[in-house]
């Protein structure tokens, strides 16, 4: 099994609202990460967890809230989002450092 | 610092030609990974092949093979007998500073003609 699994796949949210996007993965992997990406650019790296704990964080706003309840879950917690992150979200997660991630299919996140 | 170019932002192919995708890269370590990853327009971001720089032979997956060339920095994907299926975004990355981050490629949009 190399699924990753992010739900929604699709989400609305208005400026005020809080969501989170969920992703899970049963692979044994110990490194997960959320990457953003815009249209026509590579993903742009958010954030990494490593055996559940936050190791990267790249100077990402504090309106997006990432958390590992365990070894196989990620969560981003989103809150007074702008327009402007709008943006796939991916998830991904691989053995460890410098090894093949493997990616779900993203949540097309819209904020209005 | 560690970069990445693919230098064809697009590119037309025949069904059932083959195709080679460019990615020249430019690292100081002395050892490293070099990614190719395929995005359809579905989103989801499909890991493709890996090449490491002290193997000795280019990496080959099913109809995906590289042509790691690695005293010009040159990792090109080349995909055999292509199939409309492989229209897609490919990127190629490299980890950076052999950690969890990855430069990526700014892509190179293929489309597959019947």
């Known amino acids: 099994d190399t699924e990753v699994t992010q739900t929604p796949k699709h989400l609305v949210m208005g400026m005020t609202n809080k969501k989170s996007l969920k992703c899970e993965q049963h692979m044994g992997h110990r490194a997960m990460y959320w990457y953003k990406q815009k249209a026509k650019k590579p993903p742009e790296l958010m954030f990494v967890?490593?055996?559940?704990?936050?190791?990267i964080n790249e100077s990402v706003p504090s309106r997006f809230s990432p958390e590992c309840p365990n070894s196989s879950l990620l969560n981003l917690h989103l809150h007074a989002l702008q327009p402007e992150d709008s943006a796939l979200y991916l998830c991904a997660s691989s053995i460890t450092a410098n090894t093949e991630a493997f990616f779900g299919q993203g949540t097309r996140l819209t904020v209005v | 610092a560690q970069k990445i170019t693919q230098t064809q932002p697009g590119m037309f192919v025949q069904e059932k030609e083959a195709v080679t995708l460019d990615c020249t890269y430019d690292?100081?370590?002395?050892?490293?990974?070099l990614f190719w990853y395929k995005q359809p327009s579905s989103g989801e971001m499909i890991f493709l092949i890996y090449?490491?720089?002290?193997d000795q032979q280019n990496a080959t997956e099913g109809r995906y093979s590289l042509n790691f060339q690695k005293a010009r920095k040159s990792a090109n994907l080349v995909i055999s007998a292509s199939q409309l299926g492989d229209s897609a975004m490919y990127f190629c990355a490299i980890p950076r500073d052999s950690n969890y981050q990855l430069i990526w490629g700014a892509g190179t949009k293929l489309i597959i003609k019947p």
């Open positions: 967890y490593s055996y559940e704990k936050l190791s």
């Open positions: 690292t100081s370590d002395p050892s490293y990974g």
């Open positions: 090449q490491g720089s002290y």
